[in-house]
């Protein structure tokens, strides 16, 4: 019957041993606190950080906006000025043509 109590007892004292191990390696409310404040002042850099790279990516947006509608203006620009050539192309054939219809030895 003594070894049931002694059985019992060691149980109760690794039991309690259990507990306190679990308990010293648990952060203290405290500890918790100051990782908790931790964690939202990152959060709060990762989000302003964000905001920033949103506005730069904005920024670049829109430059790349201002530099198709240059693109397209000198698309437009240059289909123009190569309408004008062609037209004072053919304007110069249709002279030489009269030219040398009046002056066939030319």
Same mark, same amino acid.
């Given at each position: 019957m003594?070894?049931?109590i002694i059985a019992i007892?060691?149980?109760l004292v690794l039991l309690l041993a259990a507990?306190?191990?679990m308990r010293a390696r648990r952060p203290?409310?405290?500890q918790r606190?100051? $990782?908790a404040r931790a964690r939202?002042?990152?959060a709060e850099r990762h989000e302003q950080a964000a905001a920033a790279a949103e506005q730069e990516a904005d920024t670049h947006r829109a430059t790349a906006d201002e530099h198709a509608r240059r693109a397209e203006q000198a698309q437009t620009e240059a289909q123009r000025v190569e309408a004008e050539a062609r037209e004072r192309r053919e304007a110069a054939e249709a002279h030489a $043509?009269?030219?040398r219809k009046i002056?066939?030895?030319r």
């Open positions: 003594e070894w049931v007892v060691v149980v507990f306190l191990l203290s409310a405290d606190r100051v $990782e939202l002042a990152e $043509e009269q030219a002056d066939p030895d």
